[in-house]
T-cell receptor, first 116, second 114 residues
Framework: AQTVTQSQPEMSVQEAETVTLSCTYDTSESNYYLFWYKQPPSRQMILVIRQEAYKQQNATENRFSVNFQKAAKSFSLKISDSQLGDTAMYFCAFSGYGGSQGNLIFGKGTKLSVKP | DSGVTQTPKHLITATGQRVTLRCSPRSGDLSVYWYQQSLDQGLQFLIQYYNGEERAKGNILERFSAQQFPDLHSELNLSSLELGDSALYFC????WGGGGTEAFFGQGTRLTVV
C-alpha cells in the first residue's frame, strides 16, 4: 500500500522569504502522480502543484516549485517570496496511474504560518 | 469557487442517528470522491463513483454507504453514528477519475456527533 509522510507538523517563515516543505512517499509503482494541496482557514482544498512521476522535469507554478527525487521517493515543495495568504495547511498527496487510481492518498499535513 | 457544492455545511446530530450528506459535482465531471478529514486520522479516502458506478473503495466503514445518481450528484449516508464519526467530510469531483486527474473539492460538511 502507498503511504505519504510529512515529517514537519508545523513551520513558520517570514514574509518574502523562501520555505521548503518536505514529503516522502512509498510505492512500488513506477508511474504515479504527486500533488501538493493547500487548505487555508476557509478549509477549501486547493491544488497548488502537480507532478507526473514519469516526467523528470520538476513542476513549477509561479512562486511554487517542487523538488522531485524519484529514486529517493521525495517530493518537497518550495514557496518563494512567501506571502501572508500562503498561511495554510499543506498536504502532500499521491495517486496511482491507472483508470481507477484517481483517489488521493494524503500525508498528515504541514501547518505553515507566514509572519509579517 | 471550485464548482463542487456540498450540503449542508454544518450538521449536528446525536449518537445512533443517521444522516445524509449531499454533493453536486462540477458540470461535466463524471467522477465523485468522498473523503473524511479528522484530527486523528487526517484526510482519508472513503469511496469513488464514476458515472453512477462504484469505482474504488477506501477506508469506508460498513455503517457508511454512498451512491451516485443519474444526474451525477452523490450522497454519503452515515448511520449508527458514533462520537468518533465527527469530522469534516469532503466531496471532490473530476472529469474522468483516473490517476492524475485534477480533483476539485467542495467546501466540506462539518459533522458533529454529540
Amino acid at each position: 500500500a502507498q503511504t505519504v509522510t510529512q515529517s514537519q507538523p508545523e513551520m513558520s517563515v517570514q514574509e518574502a522569504e523562501t520555505v521548503t516543505l518536505s514529503c516522502t512517499y512509498d510505492t512500488s509503482e513506477s508511474n504515479y502522480y504527486l500533488f501538493w494541496y493547500k487548505q487555508p482557514p476557509s478549509r477549501q482544498m486547493i491544488l497548488v502543484i502537480r507532478q507526473e512521476a514519469y516526467k523528470q522535469q520538476n513542476a513549477t507554478e509561479n512562486r511554487f516549485s517542487v523538488n522531485f527525487q524519484k529514486a529517493a521517493k521525495s517530493f518537497s515543495l518550495k514557496i518563494s517570496d512567501s506571502q501572508l495568504g500562503d498561511t495554510a495547511m499543506y498536504f502532500c498527496a499521491f495517486s496511482g496511474y491507472g483508470g481507477s487510481q484517481g483517489n488521493l492518498i494524503f500525508g498528515k499535513g504541514t501547518k505553515l504560518s507566514v509572519k509579517p | 469557487d471550485s464548482g463542487v457544492t456540498q450540503t449542508p455545511k454544518h450538521l449536528i446530530t446525536a449518537t445512533g442517528q443517521r444522516v445524509t450528506l449531499r454533493c453536486s459535482p462540477r458540470s461535466g465531471d463524471l467522477s465523485v470522491y468522498w473523503y473524511q478529514q479528522s484530527l486523528d486520522q487526517g484526510l482519508q479516502f472513503l469511496i469513488q463513483y464514476y458515472n453512477g458506478e462504484e469505482r474504488a473503495k477506501g477506508n469506508i466503514l460498513e455503517r457508511f454507504s454512498a451512491q451516485q445518481f443519474p444526474d451525477l450528484h452523490s450522497e454519503l449516508n452515515l448511520s449508527s453514528l458514533e462520537l468518533g464519526d465527527s469530522a469534516l467530510y469532503f466531496c471532490a469531483s473530476s472529469a474522468w477519475g483516473g490517476g492524475g486527474t485534477e480533483a476539485f473539492f467542495g467546501q466540506g460538511t462539518r459533522l458533529t456527533v454529540v
